[in-house]
């Protein structure tokens, strides 16, 4: 019987994970909040970085946060026995089932979910309370804190309660909310023996007094900068997602001709174009304007016109200048350990959430 061919041999585009930079941004983690325990978030398939390596480079870490129970059951299914979070908690009486065989531990961010697990038969859970200090998003309002916590802690179905809640402007930690916030998780949560958590990535850098007992990074392990005026330099994190692929084509374009759909760019002088074998099918950013950096070989190219599903198109002329000569095949890398994704993520007019989120039907991925 014929075999399909695998993506890997379909596509040019490959990532390449750097578990190494992984463990390293861990250690700054630990570094900086080093009284706290550490709930690695692995989301979303680790922020595209595959959930199982994430895990793996981050065995070092207290805890992993996920978002929903089958991501939590697939890591345990790999035999991961630490301690998971699910972020979303359980929907259904079957997911809160789930949640008791695989000891995970749901956070409860409505009054029904607590209903729904006081009035269950199941063995007991450790489960966290979500409140709503000020994002208002997912969280248990402060005046239905004390009716909760007292319905939960008289069930027999629940062992241990912990308290989150989450931050909405981390990343601007002048922003007045982020103290108004954590006085009313204080405020809320005091009256407990209760372990706290409310810091991500912005707020374990940026809000100390915001640490408590765990800490919950994201974006930080994965090396982009969580701050708006810091650089993941500065910051002393490594890039861990390298996202590569080839030039497929140079040719000569005359001046005045257009590149690609929509006709929105044209060669202000008879020059040479590449094409690169990426596109947003696999996870590139459509939006990524022209000059969007792009390193062909080691030097920057800008991309010119509009990205399409499976290519773009660059600029060339800073090789020809240099007398470089560039051919199909030369490597190109589009975000990674040479280019950071944090810039790519602002020529797109994005964060670099998204478009390490994205690349999840990218080739060689793990
Ligand atoms: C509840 C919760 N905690 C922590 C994080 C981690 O945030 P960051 O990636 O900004 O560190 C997230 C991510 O969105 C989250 O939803």
């Not at 065989?101 to 269950?120: G, K, N, R, S, Y």
């Not at 804190?145 to 008289?154: C, S, T």
């Not at 308290?163 to 981390?170: D, E, G, T, V």
């Not at 330099?233 to 001046?255: F, N, R």
């Amino acid at each position: 019987m014929m075999q399909a061919p695998s993506r890997q041999s379909m596509r040019l585009a490959q990532i390449n994970i750097d578990g190494s930079a992984l463990t390293h941004n861990l250690s700054r983690v630990r570094a900086s909040a080093p009284n706290s325990r550490i709930m690695a978030v692995i989301k979303a398939n680790a922020y595209g970085h595959g959930v199982i390596t994430a895990a793996q480079h981050l065995e070092d870490a207290d805890a992993f946060a996920l978002v929903v129970v089958a991501e939590a059951v697939e890591l345990r299914r790999a035999g991961v026995t630490r301690p998971l979070i699910v972020l979303q908690g359980f929907n259904t009486p079957d997911e809160l089932q789930t949640c008791v065989d695989h000891e995970l531990q749901p956070v409860i961010h409505q009054p029904w979910q607590a209903e729904m697990l006081a009035c269950a038969t199941t063995k007991p859970l450790d489960v966290w309370i979500k409140l709503d200090t000020g994002m208002h998003r997912l969280g248990i309002q402060a005046e239905d804190a004390a009716r909760v916590y007292d319905q939960l802690n008289a069930a027999g179905t629940v062992r241990t309660i912990r308290f989150m809640s989450h931050f909405a402007n981390a990343d601007d930690p002048e922003n007045t909310l982020n103290n108004s916030q954590i006085e009313s998780f204080i405020n809320v949560t005091s009256a407990y023996r209760a372990e706290r958590s409310m810091a991500n990535s912005a707020a374990i850098v940026a809000l100390p007094s915001s640490h408590m007992d765990w800490v919950r990074p994201g974006i930080m392990l994965y090396g982009s900068s969580p701050l708006l005026d810091k650089s993941a330099g500065e910051l002393d994190l490594k890039p861990v997602m390298t996202l590569t692929s080839s030039l497929i084509s140079v040719q000569q374009i005359q001046k005045g001709e257009a590149i690609g759909y929509g006709s929105t760019w044209r060669c202000p002088e008879t020059m040479p174009v590449g094409v690169v074998a990426v596109g947003y099918g696999d996870g590139y950013p459509r939006h990524a304007a022209t000059g969007t950096p792009v390193l062909v070989g080691d030097q920057i190219c800008p991309v010119v016109g509009r990205v399409s599903m499976d290519s773009i198109c660059v600029d060339l002329r800073g090789k020809d200048r240099q007398g470089v000569s560039v051919q199909a095949g030369d490597p190109v890398q589009l975000w990674g350990n040479e280019l950071h994704v944090d810039e790519v993520a602002q020529h797109a007019g994005t964060i670099s959430y998204e478009l390490l989120c994205h690349t999840g039907n990218t080739a060689g991925l793990v």
